[in-house]
């Protein structure tokens, strides 16, 4: 009688089962703070300082550069059942991208977004 009951156990935990996983990706970095960039005044220092070094730099020309801001974090749970598998996934995403001209801002863009998502694979 226990062998029935603990093989029945064990086939459920081997039929059902589930994975949590988290993830970041970049710096954190203030969102609220971009109402302090002022396009033509702010400089490459005053960025550097309010946000910190930038995820990346890329040269664009002789006088322009581009600085990416990014932070990307969340969480996936995986459940898994008999013939299918029900994955969930939470975080959100930031990202500050900054066009320099001659070392001060001549444009940016800022955008943040929940990645809420739930996918079933059969």
């Not at 969102?31 to 220092?45: D, M, N, P, Q, R």
């Not at 995403?93 to 320099?100: A, G, I, P, S, W």
């Amino acid at each position: 009688m226990k062998k029935g009951i603990f093989a029945i156990a064990l086939s459920l935990t081997i039929l059902f089962g589930c994975a949590t996983s988290t993830y970041s990706v970049g710096t954190d970095f203030p969102v609220e703070k971009a109402s302090e960039i002022e396009k033509g005044k702010t400089t490459a220092s005053e960025l550097a300082q309010i946000f910190g070094e930038p995820y990346s730099k890329s040269v664009i020309s002789e006088n322009e550069e581009k600085w990416l801001y990014f932070y990307s974090a969340g969480t996936a749970k995986a459940q898994s059942y008999i013939v299918t598998m029900d994955v969930k996934t939470t975080g959100n995403q930031k990202t500050l991208d900054v066009l320099l001209k001659d070392g001060v801002v001549a444009n940016y863009t800022i955008t943040q977004n929940n990645n809420p998502s739930s996918i079933k694979v059969n």
